[in-house]
């Protein structure tokens, strides 16, 4: 089974930059998309960023030209490296693994199969 799991989220004041991890286990060859969500309790979990499996990239407009998404795949890891951090990115941020295609927007969720248990990112004024 197919299994992600997020790392270096953290608290960071604003302005500063943060850069998470998710090490997937059991992906198999040909791969498909890979994104970063996020939510608050105040909001509904929305996307991030996403690699698609031609190696497009999708952003929130809200992250354009401060978040970077990339996809190692000799280590199965994914990453989103936050900078210029502000306080309304702060959120649990999740990474979601598609295992199949997918039609739908980059952002639609139920292309998403697999789902991680989510890294807490603060950012402070």
């Known amino acids: 089974a197919v299994e992600v799991m997020e790392s270096g989220g953290g608290s960071v004041q604003a302005g500063g930059s943060l850069r998470l991890a998710c090490t997937a286990t059991?992906?198999?060859?040909?791969?498909?998309?890979m994104g970063w969500f996020r939510q608050t309790p105040l909001k509904d979990r929305e996307g991030v960023a996403t690699i698609e499996s031609d190696g497009n990239t999708y952003y929130a407009d809200s992250v354009k030209g401060r978040f970077t998404i990339s996809l190692d795949n000799t280590k199965n890891t994914l990453y989103l490296q936050m900078n210029n951090l502000k306080f309304e990115d702060t959120a649990m941020y999740y990474c979601?693994?598609?295992?199949?295609?997918?039609?739908?927007?980059?952002?639609?969720?139920?292309?998403?199969?697999?789902w991680g248990q989510g890294t807490q990112v603060t950012v402070s004024t």
């Open positions: 979601a693994a598609a295992t199949r295609p997918g039609d739908g927007a980059w952002s639609f969720q139920p292309k998403y199969a697999v």
């Open positions: 059991g992906l198999t060859y040909p791969r498909y998309a």
